[in-house]
C-alpha cells in the first residue's frame, strides 16, 4: 500500500485533471484511487518529452469523463515523491488503484500506445458500441456498418471497429471494403484476419451469381459463397470440405484455398477454426 507522511491540505480536487504535492498526494491520488483509477504523470517543465506527453493525457483524462483521472506531479518541486517512487527519467506515468500501481509506463508514448495503456485497467466505453454494433450484424447490417464509421470517427485507431466495418462491407459486396481493410496497421491484433479476407473477395461476389443447375461442385461453392455472405459458417466450411473431398481439382484446388482463408479470416480462437482444421486434415490425409 502506498502512502506518505505528510498532512493534507488544502480542498480536495474534483475535476479529471489536477496537480498534486506531497501535501496533497495521500488525499488526492492515494484515497481517491479508491474511488477510481488515478494516472500519475511524473514531469517536470524542462522536461522536452513531458511537453508533448502532457497534452495527450491531460486530452484522455477529460475524454474519460470520470472514468480516470490525471494527477501532475511536479518532480523539481516535489523530489522526496519522485524518490520514493524511484522516478530515474521523466516522463514517467504510474496508474494508482486501490492505493496500489498496476500499470506504469517511461517516455513519451504516443496516442495510441496510451489509449491501449489506459485499456488494462480501465473499461473503454467504445467497446460497448463495438459490441452493440456486432449485435446488429445479422438483422441491419447497413446500420453496424454506420455505427461503425461513427466509432472511427471519433477513434481513427479503433482497430476492431475498423476490421469489422472492413469484413462486413467485403461480406455485402461492397468495394470499399476491400479499401477499409488495407488501412489495417501491420501491428495491429487484427492484421493477419484483415490479409486472409482481401483474397476472398472473389469468392464472396459469387453469392450474386446465377444459380447453378444441378449439385456439381460449381454449384456447392456458389452456396458456400451464399452462406459464408449470411454469415452461416458452418453451413459453408462444411460445403467447401465437401468439395474438397469429392473434387479436389475443382477450380484448381479453390475449396482448400478459400475454406482456409475463411478460417484463417474467423481467427484462430473462433470456435469453428480448430474443428474445421482437423477436419480439413482428416479429409487430405
Same mark, same amino acid.
Given at each position: 500500500?502506498?502512502?506518505?507522511?505528510? @498532512?493534507?491540505?488544502?480542498?480536495?480536487?474534483?475535476?479529471?485533471?489536477?496537480?498534486?504535492?506531497?501535501?496533497?498526494?495521500?488525499?488526492?491520488?492515494?484515497?481517491?484511487?479508491?474511488?477510481?483509477?488515478?494516472?500519475?504523470?511524473?514531469?517536470? @517543465?524542462?522536461?522536452?518529452?513531458?511537453?508533448?506527453?502532457?497534452?495527450?493525457?491531460?486530452?484522455? /483524462?477529460?475524454?474519460?469523463?470520470?472514468?480516470?483521472?490525471?494527477?501532475?506531479?511536479?518532480?523539481?518541486?516535489?523530489?522526496?515523491?519522485?524518490?520514493?517512487?524511484?522516478?530515474?527519467?521523466?516522463?514517467?506515468? $504510474?496508474?494508482?488503484?486501490?492505493?496500489?500501481?498496476?500499470?506504469?509506463?517511461?517516455?513519451?508514448?504516443?496516442?495510441?500506445?496510451?489509449?491501449?495503456?489506459?485499456? $488494462?485497467?480501465?473499461?473503454?466505453?467504445?467497446?460497448?458500441?463495438?459490441? /452493440?454494433?456486432?449485435?446488429?450484424? /445479422?438483422?441491419?447490417?447497413?446500420?453496424?456498418?454506420?455505427?461503425?464509421?461513427?466509432?472511427?470517427?471519433?477513434?481513427?485507431?479503433?482497430?476492431?471497429?475498423?476490421?469489422?466495418?472492413?469484413?462486413?462491407?467485403?461480406?455485402?459486396?461492397?468495394?470499399?471494403?476491400?479499401?477499409?481493410?488495407?488501412?489495417?496497421?501491420?501491428?495491429?491484433?487484427?492484421? /493477419?484476419?484483415?490479409?486472409?479476407?482481401?483474397?476472398?473477395?472473389?469468392?464472396?461476389?459469387?453469392?450474386?451469381?446465377?444459380?447453378?443447375?444441378?449439385?456439381?461442385?460449381?454449384? %456447392?461453392?456458389?452456396?458456400?459463397? %451464399?452462406?459464408?455472405?449470411?454469415?452461416?459458417?458452418?453451413?459453408?466450411?462444411?460445403?467447401?470440405?465437401?468439395?474438397?473431398?469429392?473434387?479436389?481439382?475443382?477450380?484448381?484446388?479453390?475449396?482448400? $484455398?478459400?475454406?482456409?482463408?475463411?478460417?484463417?479470416?474467423?481467427?484462430?480462437?473462433?470456435?469453428?477454426?480448430?474443428?474445421? %482444421? %482437423?477436419?480439413?486434415?482428416?479429409?487430405?490425409?
Amino acid at each position: 500500500m502506498l502512502g506518505t507522511d505528510q @498532512p493534507n491540505a488544502g480542498a480536495p480536487i474534483a475535476g479529471p485533471v489536477f496537480d498534486v504535492t506531497e501535501q496533497t498526494f495521500e488525499r488526492d491520488v492515494i484515497a481517491r484511487s479508491h474511488d477510481v483509477p488515478v494516472v500519475v504523470d511524473f514531469w517536470a @517543465p524542462w522536461c522536452g518529452p513531458c511537453r508533448s506527453l502532457g497534452p495527450t493525457l491531460e486530452r484522455l /483524462a477529460a475524454e474519460a469523463k470520470g472514468d480516470w483521472v490525471l494527477a501532475k506531479l511536479n518532480t523539481d518541486q516535489n523530489q522526496r515523491l519522485a524518490q520514493m517512487f524511484g522516478i530515474q527519467s521523466i516522463p514517467a506515468v $504510474k496508474a494508482i488503484k486501490d492505493g496500489k500501481i498496476v500499470e506504469q509506463f517511461v517516455g513519451a508514448l504516443p496516442e495510441g500506445q496510451v489509449r491501449t495503456w489506459l485499456k $488494462k485497467f480501465v473499461g473503454d466505453p467504445s467497446d460497448d458500441m463495438v459490441v /452493440a454494433a456486432e449485435a446488429l450484424e /445479422a438483422s441491419d447490417p447497413r446500420e453496424a456498418a454506420a455505427r461503425y464509421r461513427l466509432i472511427l470517427g471519433e477513434q481513427p485507431d479503433n482497430t476492431t471497429a475498423l476490421f469489422n466495418l472492413g469484413r462486413l462491407l467485403v461480406l455485402q459486396g461492397e468495394p470499399e471494403g476491400v479499401a477499409t481493410l488495407r488501412q489495417m496497421p501491420p501491428a495491429a491484433p487484427f492484421y /493477419a484476419r484483415a490479409q486472409a479476407l482481401l483474397p476472398l473477395v472473389e469468392f464472396f461476389a459469387l453469392a450474386d451469381s446465377a444459380p447453378v443447375n444441378g449439385g456439381g461442385s460449381q454449384a %456447392r461453392y456458389i452456396g458456400a459463397a %451464399r452462406s459464408a455472405r449470411a454469415g452461416e459458417m458452418r453451413a459453408a466450411l462444411d460445403d467447401l470440405l465437401s468439395i474438397v473431398m469429392h473434387d479436389r481439382a475443382f477450380g484448381e484446388d479453390a475449396a482448400r $484455398k478459400t475454406l482456409l482463408g475463411l478460417l484463417a479470416a474467423l481467427g484462430d480462437d473462433h470456435q469453428l477454426t480448430g474443428e474445421y %482444421r %482437423r477436419k480439413l486434415a482428416s479429409a487430405l490425409f
